[in-house]
């Protein structure tokens, strides 16, 4: 085990010349590594100051890149620095009406009604020149 940093400490690494990260628990300084890093720097540079586990988890990185971390590990993070994750509430939404079949014959016959009116009005046209 290395030496434990604090969140407060690890954020103070966020610069291009001084770049840390904090995945699964660990501390990594990529500073050596920004201009290599495939996804370019800046995706590493907006990780810095938090927990960056979940943006390394969702871009899915190889057995490789994993390997390569090991050798930018400085130390572990004391997990009681990170504040603990909220978890989503979606806002609250009007209700809505689910069932969308009135709206669907509203466009229905909005559609259908001036075609019978056009209709109608070229089959009277249509039956008065040709009785005329």
């Not at 840390?20 to 590594?33: A, H, M, R």
């Not at 993070?77 to 979606?90: E, F, G, L, M, R």
Request: proline residues 5%.
């Amino acid at each position: 085990m290395g030496k434990v940093f604090t969140l407060a400490e690890v954020a103070e690494h966020n610069t291009p010349k001084d770049c840390w990260l904090i995945i699964d628990g660990k501390v990594y300084d990529v500073t050596k590594f920004l201009e290599d890093h495939p996804g370019g720097d800046e995706v590493l540079l907006s990780a810095t100051g938090k927990d960056a586990t979940d943006d390394f988890e969702d871009v899915g990185h190889s057995s490789s890149a994993r390997d390569q971390m090991e050798e930018l590990y400085v130390g572990d993070i004391d997990s009681s620095t990170i504040p603990a994750k909220s978890k989503y509430t979606p806002p609250k939404q009007p209700h809505y009406n689910q069932d969308k079949t009135s709206e669907f014959l509203v466009k229905l016959l909005q559609f259908l009604v001036p075609l019978l009116i056009l209709g109608v009005a070229v089959g009277i046209r249509f039956y008065s020149k040709s009785s005329a």
